[in-house]
């Protein structure tokens, strides 16, 4: 069973930045994946970003290109989202998961099978 604990969530203004991290369980994690999704109160879960298994292809969800960056390091299993210019439509609850790939999996939801449980991100204007 593989576990994954986000923390670094909080409370920040516009323009602020954060980093999130997801700390994974087991020894195998850089065969997989890694993504990062959000869902705002009465919303559907959104697409924010995913990475490859080994760290080099990455791709984006349109509403943060040029602002998130993710990444990973393997040795410590962990996954980041640092998160910059943040604006009040960036508060949602952000969530790691894990691909069911090595390769980019891109944004559909079924690609990913373990998810964390969450950290709240509030931007207030």
């Known amino acids: 069973q593989v576990q994954l604990v986000e923390s670094g969530g909080g409370l920040v203004q516009a323009g602020d930045s954060l980093r999130l991290s997801c700390a994974a369980s087991?020894?195998?994690?850089?065969?997989?994946?890694m993504g990062w999704f959000r869902q705002a109160p009465g919303e559907e879960r959104e697409f924010v970003a995913t990475i490859s298994g080994s760290g080099g292809v990455t791709r984006y969800g349109d509403s943060v290109k040029g602002r998130f960056t993710i990444s990973r390091d393997n040795a410590k299993n962990t996954v980041y989202l640092q998160m910059n210019d943040l604006k009040p439509e960036d508060t949602a609850v952000y969530y790691c998961?894990?691909?069911?790939?090595?390769?980019?999996?891109?944004?559909?939801?079924?690609?990913?099978?373990?998810w964390g449980r969450g950290t709240q991100v509030t931007v207030s204007s």
């Open positions: 087991g020894r195998t994690f850089s065969y997989y994946a």
């Open positions: 998961a894990r691909g069911k790939y090595a390769i980019e999996v891109g944004p559909p939801i079924n690609n990913y099978d373990y």
